[in-house]
């Protein structure tokens, strides 16, 4: 019968999709797993560099530096993390969406926004929806340096200094566990001196010696704070691409699964309503002699 | 803790390269070599590329090299956030003109005007792809 034939080739190229699909997966496994190493590997840095920043806190540093400065805000700038690939489900979708809700609100309050993008896929949307891109990096791997990262956030931090922009966010997806990735919004500048952080133990009064002096050393060890926290940022939307993609690339499989069985049914019924009416034949035909 | 050791914690942003006990570290500093015994009094201060040595016993002694970074000394405790890349003034300048020129480029194909209603049902129809899946799903 005709439909056999084609149901037949149907099945084999579910089948060749079904094996794409779960390479995939187990390659977004095993990428996950790696990406979870480097978030737990940039951990002691953050921190030590914010067990320093919390000393700071405590030292009552005589240098007010301009990372500090709260602004009455006129315009805030966005650092969107996304991925460079498709295929992880909602992922960067839901994220843009949170980013997106942000900027109404912005505009209802008379605020601008600006961006600055890391991956394929930010870079994308926001040149499509025509939104101001202050820089963006896309390409940077699976497992990115944070050399790669540098441009991107000196261009944006510049901005705040030049007071072009009076906050900068970090957007990114917050990697909990395989099955769950939060799209989350972090201020980063101004950095807010934290009151909690404040050891009892260092209350009384002191300052750390600065050399060459408290300006340079300073300014040089908040922008390396902002860097560290935007690389943590980055490395958990990779943690999260693969957690979702892994997700997403087994629920085609299993979709896969359940077409292909179900074709196998139609299959079968053929042939056997194709038997059926053969022997029909046989036995009609042989009567009739 | 003894009052004759420290600890002493090498960092980079990317990974953990020490963290223990040692009895003198001598660091690079900007303004020259810096060698830090215990009880050293609070200083923070820029390190530029070189030899980090810990010295960990009177017999052990251990080299890192390290492309420039913080160093922070508390009484009991000496921190090195440790850079990873090479870091000149020059060369940031270099890699935020870089980013933002491909922002430029990219920009320069699109209109300048922020769509919102364009972002706003680009996402809505992602959504609605993503909920006739699930629906899709749910019915086999």
Redesign the interface.
Known sequence: MAGSQEIRTQIKSIQNTQKITKAMEMVAASKMRKAVG?ME??R??AN??S??MS?LAN?HAEYNSVYFEVREVKKRAYIVVSSDRGLC??LN?NL??KV?ES??EN?KNEIDTSY??FGNKA?G?F????????????QVGDQP???DL???I??TI?KFISKDVDEVYVAYNKFFNTVSQIPTIDKILPISSNDEAIDKEYSHY???????DAK???E??FV?FI??LT?RAVVENIASEQASRMVAMK?SSD?AS?LIDELQIIYNKNRQAAITQEISEIISGASAL | MSDKTMRLDIVSAEEELFSAEVQMVYAPAEMGEVGITPKHTPLLTKLKAGDVRAEISDSETKIFFISGGILEIQPNAVTILSDTAIRESDLDEDRAKKSELAAKQAMENSNSDMDLVKAKTELAQAAAQLRLIKKLKGKR
């Open positions: 480097q590997k940039a002691p840095y030590k560099i067990y320093v000393h030292a489900g909602g979708n843009f969406k997106i900027t109404l505009k600055s993008v870079a949307f040149q499509r929806i025509g939104g101001e891109v202050i820089s963006q990096s896309t340096k944070i050399e540098l441009g991107t000196k261009s510049d002191w300052d750390y010696l600065y050399e060459p340079e050393v300073l040089s060890l390396r860097e560290s690389y629920s979709n359940d």
